[in-house]
């Protein structure tokens, strides 16, 4: 499950500092944030760029750039499935689709619940147990139309 | 005590295998039975995952694939012995699958305790390593130059070459970076070892180290494999206990600590100088070359980086000589490639060999054809920037010249199968689609030449205009591969341009210039 916290300055420091002496701490700290309070929020930008004596512009531009970093909160679960080749070949597209009926929503979204936010990832190293996805960080894979309900059952609890 | 092996290998726990363990764990303990549950790697048939090996005085006599709340009625059935069940494969050597390949890298990949360093050893563990240390820098360079490794991470540069200008730089610190990103579509080589075997990237990235006077080591990891940083970590924890680690390698003089770092969701994060940037803590942006990282690498400073598997590679080839390596092989492709069999594939899996094979070969012999029983229409080959083969390509040898003869490439040798349904134009619109969400937008041709390419290709899906929109994806595809820094927009044309070339058909029937040549 992915901790939809709100900021917390104080708990922020101890991640940043946990992380401060390392050499080139940024993505260290930016996924402790990340993992504790499900995105990094402007005031964490603000928080790590004093720490790190970076400018705020740095921050956010690194924040940015990857697709594991989130600026805004998303749902309390967050089901990645795979749309790489290899997954494609072996009928991701179809569970893709079922997933997004079973949910109601498309890729990017997060339920109106704020229980699921479903995302595209590319490649989980499964290509041969494909399709697969990750519901958190557990992973699944030979995903067929017929496991699609429990995975989507799981994801809304 | 009997042995009763469970893989922790993301391919069977993505299938059940942790709660197949617990059962397992439970029932033993309920009825007092004296077995061990071992949590090993994969031994590479991926299709037969989670795939549970009991050792008996026969042999180590392997089931599966095993499904969660079988554990009752396979221990009833008499497993534990080796018993008959319509789930037992028998002896993993006997298996058509294994006993074709020459396990080089993977030798103790799916055999041993990935976390004991005992059981390490036992399989021939840190012998490259203690030889390392004995004959020192130059030679150690000297053996792997003479081995003919070549990175397997894609581009397949003289691995020898690469660790001589780095041992030759001048710097006050020096790094070793394993390429852990594996992005590609249709490998798992990596994680496999990752997961599987996690010393012998740890023994080759030691011996790397002392050949070039380097001190400190990470491994950029890449998130979407939870098991594998997970498992390398505890081993890296677990060597560093054991002195295999720290300030003086196996009690020698030479110091080396290695760290994981963890990526972000980025795919041209596997490009080696974006790679170094985001270690930075930078966006991960590609950098112009010259400076090569091997001069002004991690934080300005002399760097190996290299992919994983070839840094797995190492330890066995010092440990028992070059001579070995290099006889396996064509051409200038030199030793074992872990083939890598996905996608719509019957047999899926690792698959370590000898370069040399035919493409043909693999994908209908040892892969057996499709899952789907349909027939074979196209591969791709070497991830998201190589190429489609049609079957009239099946005769070329898996080896790097003879691919890119053949306009492709075999990357970081993934191969992933497709039948008679995939639409070879939707796979190109595909290829641009990838490339324009993974960008990392320092050059023109890929930044725009990648959303310019999704959006004219689904106009020629569309119907608007094909033959006129189709030589407008052959434009861009030129513009791309002669102006983009690096393979990401460099390579895209790749599956554009071979789906294209090979697949006329699929493009609205309009054989366009390069189909007739
Ligand atoms: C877009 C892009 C992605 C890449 N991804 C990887 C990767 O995931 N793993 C890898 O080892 N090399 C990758 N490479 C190749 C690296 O740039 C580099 O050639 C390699 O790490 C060198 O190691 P080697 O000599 O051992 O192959 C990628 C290259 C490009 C252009
Ligand atoms: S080709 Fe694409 S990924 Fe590579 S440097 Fe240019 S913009 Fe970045
Ligand atoms: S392509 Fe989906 S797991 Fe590799």
Redesign the interface.
Known sequence: MVYQATYDETEAAEIIAEHEALEGPLLPILHGIQARFGHVPEAAVRQIAAALNLTRAEVHGVVTFYHDFHKEPRGRHILKVCRAEACQAAGSDGIADAIEKALGIGFGETTPDGQVTLEAVYCLGLCAAAPSAMLDRRIVGRLSEAKVGALVEEARL | MTKLFIPLD??A???GADQIAEEFGQLLADRGLAVEIVRNGSRGL??L?PMIEVETPGGRIAYGPIEPGEAAALIDAGVLAGAGHPKRIGKVEEHPFFARQRRHTFKRCGITDPLSLDDYRAHGGLKGLERAIGIEAEAIVAEVTASGLRGRGGAGFPTGIKWKTVAEAKGDRKYIVANAD???????A??MIMEGDPFCLIEGMAIAGVATGATKGYIYLR??????IAVMREAIRRAGKAGLLGASLLGSSHAFDL?V???????VCGEETSLLD????????VRFKPPLPAIQGL?GKPTVINNVITLASVPEILAAGADGYKELGIGRSRGTIPI??????RH???FEAPFGMTLGAIVEEIGGGT?SGRPVRAV?VGG?LGAYFPVSLFDTPFDYEAFAAKDGLIGHA?I????DT?DMMK?AR?AFE?CA??SCGKCTPCRVGAVRGYETVKKIIDGERPAENLALVEDLCNTMKFGSLCALGGFTPYPVMSAIRHFPEDFHGEPMRVAAE
């Open positions: 993301s391919f726990v993505a299938c991926a299709w995952e594996e992005g590609d579509s249709g490998t798992f990596d994680r998130s979407e494999y939870p098991v594998a760290e770092r963890v990526g972000a969701g980025a795919y985001s270690l930075e803590g930078k966006r991960g942006q934080f890598q069999l996905g996608g719509n594939v899926g899996g690792l899952a791709q998201p993934g992933v199968v497709f039948d995939v796979q595909f990838f969400i993974e």
